[in-house]
C-alpha cells in the first residue's frame, strides 16, 4: 500500500479542470519535491470542506480560542492558483477520514484509493494520501474548497440538482421542465 504521507504539506488544495458540468475534482499535496494529486467526486470536495469546518468548530467551542484555532479562514493563507502541473492523477478516492491530534494541533486528513469488491479481497492495500496541516491551513482549504463547488453550474430551487441550460427535469414537478429563471 503507498502512503503519500505529508506532514506537513507545502500546499494542500482541492481544484478542479473542465467547464461546469463536466469539471474533474482533483486534491493535490505538495512538499518535499513530491506532487500527489488524486482524483474525487464534486460531492466529496464538498463534504470534506464542510466536515474540516465542522471539526474546528467543535474543537474551538472544546478547548477555546487558545488553541489556535481560527473562527475563519485567515487572508494571508488564500490560495487561488491553479493546480500543480503536471497533473497526473494517483488515484481516484474512495472514502475519506479525518480528525483532530490533540498532541500536534493539526488536522490529520485521509484520502483512501477506490477499490473494486473482487480487488477488496485478494488485491493490494489501496493507495493513502495523508496530510496534517495547521487548523488555520485547513480553514483556508475548506474556504478555497467551497468556493470551488459553489463555482459551477445554478442549482435548482425546488430540488437542489444542477441546471443546464436548457433546464432540466425536475423530480419536485413531477417531471415537468424547470428553468433557470424559475419553474
Do not use: W
Given at each position: 500500500?503507498?502512503?503519500?504521507?505529508?506532514?506537513?504539506?507545502?500546499?494542500f488544495v482541492?481544484?478542479?479542470?473542465?467547464?461546469?458540468?463536466s469539471?474533474?475534482?482533483f486534491?493535490?499535496a505538495r512538499?518535499?519535491?513530491?506532487?500527489?494529486t488524486?482524483a474525487?467526486?464534486?460531492?466529496q470536495?464538498?463534504a470534506?470542506?464542510?466536515?474540516l469546518?465542522?471539526l474546528?468548530?467543535?474543537?474551538?467551542?472544546?478547548?477555546?480560542?487558545?488553541?489556535?484555532?481560527?473562527?475563519?479562514?485567515?487572508?494571508?493563507?488564500q490560495?487561488?492558483?491553479p493546480?500543480?502541473?503536471p497533473l497526473?492523477?494517483d488515484?481516484r478516492?474512495?472514502?475519506?477520514?479525518l480528525?483532530w491530534?490533540p498532541?500536534t494541533?493539526?488536522?490529520?486528513?485521509?484520502?483512501?484509493?477506490l477499490?473494486?469488491?473482487e480487488?477488496e479481497?485478494?488485491?493490494p492495500?489501496?493507495?493513502?494520501?495523508?496530510v496534517?496541516?495547521?487548523?488555520k491551513?485547513?480553514?483556508?482549504?475548506?474556504?478555497?474548497?467551497l468556493?470551488?463547488?459553489?463555482?459551477g453550474?445554478?442549482?435548482?430551487?425546488?430540488?437542489g440538482q444542477?441546471?443546464?441550460?436548457?433546464g432540466h427535469?425536475?423530480?419536485r414537478?413531477?417531471g415537468?421542465?424547470?428553468g433557470?429563471?424559475?419553474?
Open positions: 500500500m503507498p502512503v503519500f504521507d505529508y506532514d506537513p504539506p507545502e500546499r482541492a481544484g478542479a479542470v473542465g467547464q461546469p458540468g469539471r474533474a475534482f486534491l493535490q512538499g518535499g519535491g513530491r506532487l500527489t488524486v474525487l467526486e464534486k460531492s470536495v464538498a470534506l470542506a464542510d466536515r469546518d465542522e474546528l468548530d467543535e474543537v474551538l467551542r472544546r478547548i477555546g480560542p487558545q488553541g489556535h484555532v481560527p473562527a475563519m479562514a485567515p487572508a494571508d493563507l490560495d487561488e492558483a493546480l500543480d502541473q497526473i492523477e488515484f478516492v474512495g472514502t475519506m477520514t480528525g491530534d498532541e494541533s493539526l488536522v490529520v486528513i485521509e484520502a483512501k484509493e477499490i473494486d469488491d480487488d479481497i485478494e488485491g492495500e489501496p493507495a493513502v494520501l495523508r496534517h496541516i495547521s487548523a491551513s485547513a480553514r483556508a482549504f475548506s474556504k478555497r474548497a468556493e470551488l463547488v459553489a463555482a453550474r445554478p442549482a435548482c430551487p425546488l430540488c444542477p441546471l443546464e441550460a436548457e427535469i425536475c423530480v414537478l413531477n415537468y421542465r424547470a433557470r429563471g424559475g419553474v
